[in-house]
C-alpha cells in the first residue's frame, strides 16, 4: 500500500481523469423518506427533470438512490428498489453522456442497474458479505465506491464509538479495498469515501474532514458527501434546508485535502465553489 493516488477512475466505457478536476456527483433521491429531499423526486417526471437540471448546473456524474439511509431508516424489497429506480434510469440513460451511479449494496439491484446502462454502484456498506456486490461490478467492469460505516442505517447513530476515527477507518477501507480487487474488481475502478453521517459522532466527523488526506495511503481517489448532513446541523444549528453554506465549506475543506469527488445536492453553488478551488490549486 501507500501507492500514489491512481491517475484515473475507470467505469464502464468513462475513464475520468481525476487530476484534471474535482469531480461533482450530483445526489437524487427517489425516495419517500431521504432526510433532505425525500418525496420531492418520487415521481419519475419529477426525478428525470431534476436529474437534467443538475447536468446543467455541472453535475458530472448523476448518482439516483431509492432507498434511504439516513439513521433509523427502514430497508426496502429488491423489488421496491428496483421499481422506484428503472423508470427514471431508463428515462434518463438516453438523455446523458456523464456517468452513472447507482446508491445500492443489494447484488440483485447492482446487476439489473447496470445491464441497464448504470456505471457505478456507491455501496455505504463498503462491500461487507460475502462479495456478491464486488463480484457483479467486476463481471459488468462498473466503478464502485467503497463506503465507511459502522453497523447499519437502523443502528449506526446509536451510540457510535472510536478510539481513533481516522485509524479505524483507513483499516476498513484497507481491508475492503482488498477484498474488492480479489473479487475481481479492477483496482482503476474504485473510490473510497470515509462516510460522513454515517455511525460517527459530530466531533468525529470533523475530524476526518480535517485528516482527510491521510486515506492517499490507500492509492485511491477520495469521494465525500457532507450535504446537508448533520454535521453541518450541529456546528450551526440549522435544519437541513438552511445547511447549503455549511456544505460549501465541508466541500471546500475536503477538495483542499484531496479529495476527487464530492456528492451533492445543491450543484450550482458546489460547482462554482469547486471550479475556483481547482483553477487556485492549478495556479
Known sequence: MGAMTQLSFRCRNHLLDVREKTWI????????????????????????????????????????????????????????????????????RPKLTIPVAVDTYKPEVA???????????????????????????????????????????????????????VGEVLAFLADRV???????????????????????????????????????CLGKPIMVGPSRKSLVGNVLNLPVEQRQYGTAACVAAAVLQGAAFVRVHDVRPCAHLVRMLDAIKRA
Open 178 to 216: 482488498a477484498f474488492a480487487e480479489r473479487m475481481g474488481v479492477d483496482p482503476e475502478s474504485i473510490i473510497v469515501d470515509p462516510g460522513l453521517g454515517f455511525g460517527k459522532r459530530p466531533q468525529d466527523n470533523l475530524v476526518l474532514l480535517r485528516h482527510l488526506a491521510e486515506l492517499d
Open 111 to 165: 446487476r439489473v442497474v447496470l445491464e441497464e446502462g448504470a456505471d457505478i454502484i456507491n455501496d455505504v456498506y463498503g462491500v461487507r458479505g460475502e462479495g456478491r456486490l464486488a463480484a457483479v461490478v467486476a463481471e459488468k467492469r462498473a466503478g464502485l465506491v467503497i463506503m465507511h460505516m459502522k453497523g447499519t442505517p437502523q443502528d449506526m447513530q446509536i451510540e457510535p464509538h472510536y478510539n481513533d476515527a
Open 25 to 92: 456527483v450530483g445526489v437524487l433521491n427517489i425516495t419517500p423518506d431521504s432526510f433532505s429531499d425525500g418525496g420531492r423526486f418520487l415521481d419519475p417526471g419529477a426525478a428525470t427533470d431534476q436529474a437534467l437540471r443538475m447536468v446543467e448546473e455541472g453535475a458530472d456524474i448523476l448518482e439516483l438512490g431509492a432507498e434511504s439511509t439516513r439513521p433509523g431508516a427502514v430497508p426496502v424489497s429488491v423489488d421496491e428498489e428496483l421499481r422506484r429506480i428503472l423508470l427514471v434510469l431508463r428515462d434518463l
